[in-house]
């Protein structure tokens, strides 16, 4: 039977065991030479590496906060605008179903879509063709301050035999 062998200890220079001791000691804030707890070199962090870490920290959340904001206003908008297309589509649908040649001019009507009220402006023109005629429909808020929606379609007259 083989006897049982401690493994062999590795033997460091004096130079780097010293600088070992001298990490180790100013890690638990003990003077390597004395041995006497010092405040001044106890480990952590300064006030300024602090508030620096802070500063940095503040930064990135307020840009993901800046980056959500936007996001947020945006499908805001895309609904709104979506809302506003649906009123559009169905000025024109009533107009279709009513089977009327659409007399020149512009009347205003107004639109609820879900929460939100429109305002929907159509406007007939006559075209070169006599049996044509340009209907465009533009969609705005409720205090005319932003157009969401504007289409324009080709009516044709349709004579019933």
Not at 46 to 72: S, Y
């Amino acid at each position: 039977m083989r006897a049982h062998r401690q493994p062999r200890r590795r033997l460091l220079p004096r130079a780097v065991m010293n600088t070992q001791n001298l990490f180790s000691n100013l890690l638990r804030g003990r003077d390597a030479e004395s041995g006497i707890w010092n405040a001044n070199i106890a480990a952590g962090f300064t006030m300024i590496e602090v508030l620096v870490a802070l500063m940095i920290i503040a930064t990135g959340l307020m840009a993901a906060l800046r980056a959500a904001g936007g996001v947020t206003h945006g499908s805001r908008e895309l609904h709104q605008r979506m809302l506003a297309g649906f009123c559009a589509d169905n000025a024109l649908a009533q107009m279709r179903l009513e089977r009327i040649w659409p007399p020149i001019g512009t009347i205003q009507l107004s639109c609820a879509q879900g929460n939100d009220d429109f305002s929907v402006q159509r406007i007939v023109v006559a075209t070169p063709n006599p049996n044509f005629r340009s209907v465009e429909m533009i969609v705005r808020s409720p205090a005319q301050t932003r157009e969401w929606v504007r289409l324009v379609t080709v009516f044709s007259h349709e004579t019933n035999p």
